[in-house]
């Protein structure tokens, strides 16, 4: 019996998953396509996040779709609102009917003989039990992220099975956990720390973020002002697109102040945190960081939340390394201890190609570690894949239009050409990109060090926002 078979294989239904399936409908409209999603709803990221207060680290106004407008008066968005934007965008264009969902990808083998890719995934049924599936497609393109969904990063700490209450990582968060007038340490000093420290406070006995080092961070309105006059004045479209525009221009001028004049960034960072936090938090120790602004992402904060919570005394930061857990917390190796009712792990993402897919190529596996990217786009050897990785100092979704793009025209000149393969092949020996070497996020220096090194790498080269 023929397997079923498709042009286009795209594996994820997030943003990048819907962005891609709206510029093969527009670009590529004779294409047949389907969309492979191990998750039983549409969102990707923003339906696996659900813990308090989960909300982007990007203006929505360069993270949302360049085709559909951002009209939430909220530039930095709740997760739920992104989560309900996707859906709609989704909705709207007909593109979920071409979703599958509860189809976990675990092979993809490339016969050059046929052109093909054979797709194999599991599939779970609604009443339990799971069954194989398999299809085939003449290309396949990756929108799966670059993290494990499955658990998040977890660094060993010394005696953590001490620790006598609950125990958990933002990625995994339970559903229904009470925290109110309870003690809360958060481990992690990200995008998600700071996110869960003004949310947890609002209930929470006291909040303590527990970090390592400091991290930069910045406060922005949490409504773009200038966005929303525009819109009560314009067609939604350009306002959109001005205030697209605008956002992207005030990235480039930010990110490149920082490249040439870093210390006099620094000192605006943190003349702003002292300011916002008051006089009795150590900005010296907890807010100023040892790498130049842009080494590593800069947390968002909408409105100073954090600064606020911190202000009021309803939160606070402690810097230090942790020595040991303790049946009551967290013990420090300056020899302080840190009592909690409940320790959040905020440690970070686990970094993983193509979802963990095993990739073959006429009966031989792939070794990412040896393989390098091309325009940050397709994998060196490998026939017909194509991979979003979005810019890691900019909004996602910036990136992903690009890439999705790029795919479209290839398909179209593949198509003219009466091509059926198309494999970049490396040439040179290439390392990475000095931007990615210096940037000093826990997980890019990881994944370097990494078995799949070559991919991540390679596929972060061309991650770095360029004017």
């Not at 286009?8 to 590529?28: E, N, P, R, T």
């Not at 194999?120 to 990756?142: D, H």
């Not at 990235?251 to 943190?270: D, E, R, S």
């Not at 080494?295 to 309803?314: E, N, S, T, Y």
């Amino acid at each position: 019996m023929a397997l079923e078979h498709f042009d286009v294989l795209i594996i994820g239904a997030g943003l990048s998953g819907v962005d891609a399936a709206h510029h093969l409908q527009k670009y590529c409209p004779h294409k047949s396509y389907a969309i492979l999603d191990q998750r039983e709803q549409i969102g990707g990221t923003w339906d696996l996040f659900r813990y308090p207060g989960v909300r982007s680290d990007s203006d929505m106004f360069t993270m949302s779709f360049s085709f559909r407008p951002w009209t939430s008066p909220k530039a930095i968005s709740p997760g739920e609102a992104i989560r309900e934007y996707v859906t709609a965008t989704a909705q709207e264009a007909g593109i979920d009917r071409h979703i599958r969902f509860r189809h976990e990808i675990k092979s993809a083998a490339w016969s050059s003989h046929s052109a093909q890719w054979e797709v194999n995934a599991v599939r779970k049924l609604p009443g339990g039990g799971e069954e194989s599936v398999t299809l085939t497609c003449n290309f396949l393109f990756s929108c799966a992220g670059y993290y494990r969904y499955s658990a998040g990063y977890l660094p060993e700490f010394p005696d953590i099975q001490r620790f006598k209450g609950p125990l958990i990582h933002p990625q995994a968060w339970p559903e229904g956990l009470d925290y109110s007038g309870k003690r809360v340490v958060v481990i992690g000093s990200g995008a998600t720390a700071v996110t869960l420290l003004p949310s947890l406070a609002k209930t929470a006995s006291h909040v303590i973020m527990l970090q390592r080092s400091p991290t930069y961070v910045v406060s922005l309105p949490g409504q773009d002002r200038i966005a929303n006059w525009l819109r009560g004045v314009l067609p939604p479209m350009w306002a959109y697109r001005i205030s697209r525009l605008k956002n992207v221009a005030f990235m480039l001028y930010f990110y490149q102040l920082a490249q040439h004049f870093p210390n006099f960034v620094k000192t605006g960072i943190i003349k702003k945190v002292s300011e916002a936090v008051g006089p009795n938090c150590d900005v010296a120790t907890n807010f100023t960081p040892r790498y130049n602004p842009w080494q590593q992402r800069l947390c968002l904060v909408p409105d100073g939340d954090m600064f606020k919570a911190i202000k009021a005394g309803r939160a606070s930061v402690v810097t230090g390394q942790i020595q040991t857990f303790t049946e009551k917390g967290v013990q420090l190796e300056s020899g302080e201890t840190i009592e909690a009712d409940i320790v959040v792990t905020a440690t970070g993402l686990a970094m993983q190609a193509f979802g963990g897919i095993e990739l073959s190529v006429d009966g031989r596996s792939v070794d990412l570690s040896s393989t390098l990217a091309y325009r940050g786009v397709m994998i060196s050897g490998v026939p017909n894949l194509a991979s979003v990785f979005g810019y890691i100092n900019a909004s996602w979704t910036l990136k992903a239009d690009l890439i999705c793009a790029y795919v479209c025209r290839l398909l179209n000149f593949m198509d003219r050409k009466g091509v059926r393969q198309v494999t970049p092949q490396r040439r040179n020996e290439t390392a990475a990109a000095p931007f990615v070497e210096n940037f000093t996020s826990g997980y890019m220096q990881r994944s370097l060090a990494s078995a799949e090194a070559g991919f991540e790498a390679a596929v972060a080269r061309l991650s770095e926002l360029h004017p």
